[in-house]
């Protein structure tokens, strides 16, 4: 137990050393990252329930129509989320460069 405490210091101090060799340029690079995909997130996901609630509402309202809409809603859905990965790719793009 006491060898594995004793490596256990030298392994934490060595991270620590090579955290602060690998400095940020722009540290604000991260923060625009987080930034990015959190208001991505908040619209894809206001944007697809307004989607499927609009979606659901004509569906009760007339349900032999359900065939002709479900497939639209899909498609549409499918399309906000597509944004959202984009956003999540740009998110990634840019922590790389941290």
Request: glycine content about 10%; proline content about 3%; aromatic content about 4%.
């Amino acid at each position: 137990m006491g060898l594995f405490m004793a490596s256990m210091g030298a392994a934490i101090a060595q991270t620590h050393e090579v955290v602060a060799e690998t400095t940020s340029k722009n540290p604000l690079i991260a923060l625009a990252a987080g930034l990015a995909i959190a208001i991505a997130v908040l619209g894809g996901a206001l944007g697809q329930g307004k989607a499927a609630s609009t979606a659901l509402e004509g569906i009760a309202r007339n349900p032999g129509a359900a065939d002709k809409i479900f497939t639209p809603m899909i498609i549409g859905l499918a399309l906000i989320e597509s944004l959202v990965i984009y956003a999540l790719v740009i998110a990634f793009l840019l922590v790389r460069e941290v």
